[in-house]
């Protein structure tokens, strides 16, 4: 059994700002890259953030130096500090992890952000 629960959603008005962790449960695994995708409504889910057991990170650039992943990959826990909120942010935001070579691939259920006045 493998699971990933979010948290940390919620409504914030433009120019907020948010947390959301992320931690693995339920089972044993070893994972290379973790992190953040999200996907609003009618849109593709798309990449936020992620990081990589060899140490490097990986934005996408529309969050580039207002948001920051952090975590313990060992200890399969991930946050994201995510700064300047504006409504193009709105979206549900899923936590990911992986396992080298895409051997293991685990979702969460996603948390809702809502960016809005």
């Known amino acids: 059994q493998v699971q990933l629960v979010e948290s940390g959603g919620g409504l914030v008005q433009p120019g907020g700002s948010l947390r959301l962790s992320c931690a693995a449960s339920?089972?044993?695994?070893?994972?290379?890259?973790m992190g953040w995708y999200r996907q609003a409504p009618g849109k593709q889910r798309e990449m936020v953030a992620l990081m990589y057991r060899v140490g490097n990170t990986n934005y996408a650039d529309s969050v580039k130096g207002r948001f920051t992943i952090s975590g313990d990959i060992t200890k399969k826990t991930v946050y994201l500090q995510m700064n300047s909120l504006t409504s193009d942010d709105t979206a549900v935001y899923y936590c990911k992890m992986s396992g080298v070579l895409g051997s293991t691939e685990y979702w969460g259920k996603g948390t809702q952000v809502t960016v809005s006045s």
């Open positions: 339920r089972s044993t695994f070893s994972i290379y890259v």
